[in-house]
């Protein structure tokens, strides 16, 4: 069974730093293009980053000053961090793996930013 969960989300103050997971079980990571993806309320989803299974990074543009993505191949685990999180940033927070054809999503995490 395939899962992935993301945690790391919740309630940060405005200029603050938060670090999202996402820990994945069920697939042969390694082969995996993982992504970050984010909805904000009344807005469609959006691609963050991705990241390929060599590690190499791809950002959106909006997220190339404030995000870094990261990938653990031995502990299966992708990560986001944001640094100066914004109020915009507001938004449920999604994992993504995708070998192929093959996609699956998380649960999602969600991240509330007051100003």
């Known amino acids: 069974q395939v899962q992935l969960v993301e945690s790391g989300g919740g309630l940060v103050q405005a200029g603050g730093s938060l670090r999202l997971s996402c820990a994945t079980s069920?697939?042969?990571?390694?082969?995996?293009?993982m992504g970050w993806y984010r909805q904000a309320p009344g807005k469609e989803r959006e691609l963050i980053a991705s990241i390929l299974a060599s590690g190499r990074p791809n950002y959106a543009d909006f997220a190339k000053a404030r995000f870094t993505i990261s990938r653990n191949n031995g502990r299966s685990t992708v990560s986001l961090q944001i640094n100066n999180v914004q109020p915009e940033d507001t938004g449920d927070y999604y994992c993504?793996?995708?070998?192929?054809?093959?996609?699956?999503w998380g649960q999602g995490t969600r991240v509330n930013v007051s100003s």
């Open positions: 993504r793996a995708l070998y192929r054809t093959e996609g699956y």
């Open positions: 069920g697939i042969r990571f390694s082969l995996y293009v």
